[in-house]
């Protein structure tokens, strides 16, 4: 059984389009975040949502919206993609924001803006 | 604000010998979490080991430990008898609040046969 999943793997679209990734848990945690990783392999946090409620936003341009319609699932939505963009996404989930748990890491998705 | 620092950008080993990659951080909060991250060719992120920064003793997994030094700010990752398959990228991390993980540069580990 996959722990954290992510839908699509792959995503290649034009400038300009609107598209979303998916991500869903099934380890019962409380604490779910999207994690952008460059071209040069540096990752950094995007969002955390804890309970369904946003905690975290790091500056990251309005035109990304994460949503989070119950705990085990946090999906990310990008309107008017730009070249900049092209990363791969990683979703995570831990079992709360406090303590030394470990984050599960989804698969990533590799978008790449064209 | 919180940083990792990898300083290491590739490191390279013989099979079987042990390597030990580099991480040093800095946060002025009392209470933090240092973890390493493996990230084979394939993308994704693999959790190796955990260390609290109120843990005395420091943490092992199998083949690998944390060398934490807290006074130097420092969380050395140890490899013991590397293996073909530990070919990667590692990367350290830290957490303070809310969960988030701050993230080094990272390191690429070639073993050698």
């Known amino acids: 059984d996959t722990a954290v999943s992510q839908t699509p793997k792959y995503l290649v679209t034009q400038m300009g389009n609107d598209k979303s990734i998916k991500c869903e848990q099934n380890l019962g945690h409380d604490t779910m975040y999207w994690y952008k990783q460059d071209s040069k392999k540096f990752l950094k946090i995007m969002f955390s949502y804890n309970n369904k409620e946003l905690i975290i936003n790091e500056t990251v341009p309005n035109r990304f919206s994460p949503k989070s319609p119950d705990k085990a699932h946090l999906n990310l939505h990008i309107n008017s993609l730009e070249l900049g963009d092209s990363a791969v996404y990683f979703c995570a989930s831990s079992q709360d924001v406090r303590g030394g748990d470990e984050q599960f890491f989804g698969p990533g998705t590799r978008l790449t803006v064209l | 604000a919180q940083k990792i620092t990898q300083t290491q950008p590739g490191m390279f080993v013989q099979e079987k010998e042990a390597v030990t990659l580099d991480c040093t951080y800095d946060t002025s909060d009392q209470s933090y979490g240092l973890f390493w991250y493996k990230q084979p060719s394939s993308g994704e992120m693999i959790f190796l080991i955990y260390q609290g920064s109120y843990d005395e003793q420091n943490a092992t997994e199998g083949r690998y430990s944390l060398n934490f030094q807290k006074a130097r700010k420092s969380a050395n990752l140890v490899i013991s008898a590397s293996q073909l398959g530990d070919s990667a990228m590692y990367f350290c991390?830290?957490?303070?609040?809310?969960?988030?993980?701050?993230f080094g540069q990272g390191t690429i580990l070639t073993v050698h046969p």
């Open positions: 991390a830290m957490r303070v609040k809310y969960g988030k993980l701050t």
